[in-house]
């Protein structure tokens, strides 16, 4: 698990910055990419699309709440969420793979976690986050990720993280 500090938040140019990155490093090997985003209820895409242009590699954002939306719309197996619930390894593997599996993008990114300011358990308080990427024919790689502060720096570390995770796989 990793440990974030909130005291060095990303500031909104900051992550801007690191989407147009993230866009020219697409753009350059011929790839797109789709987001599917439970904790962060879209603000990947959000970042994404405040890049001019992106719509050259970015397919679509799926922000998918629900227990029912995650099935729907990313294919997260009932028993998976049932078992291991909505915030494990085993969820955020599922919605990687399905962003890829319902979208024509090769690179996908997915989020969940309790962002907050409720929601938290002992073995799952908030914070906590799991994030997934995966290139298509590739394997998903995830991380859990222990994130401090309010709700808004939750999800701010966590669209941070999340587009660190795509120039790492990107590369």
Known sequence: ??????????????????SS??????????????????????WIAKAITD????????????AAYSYEAKQALLGVRPEILHKQGAVSEETVLEMVSGALIHAG????????????PSGGTPDKPVGTVWLAWKRRGGYPVAEL???????????????????????????
């Open 1 to 18: 698990m990793r440990i974030s500090d909130p005291t060095t938040l990303p500031s909104d140019d900051d992550l801007y910055a690191l």
């Open 145 to 171: 990720h222990q994130f401090a502060g309010d709700r808004d720096a939750i999800r701010r570390q966590t669209v941070d993280v999340a587009l660190r995770g795509l120039l790492r796989l990107i590369d």
């Open 51 to 62: 890049v001019p242009g992106c719509s050259a590699w970015f397919e679509c954002g799926i």
């Open 105 to 116: 993008a090769t690179v996908a990114v997915a989020v969940t976690g309790i962002a907050g």
């Open 21 to 42: 990155t993230v866009g020219v490093r697409l753009t350059a090997e011929h790839l797109s990419l789709v987001t599917a985003e439970s904790c962060t209820g879209g």
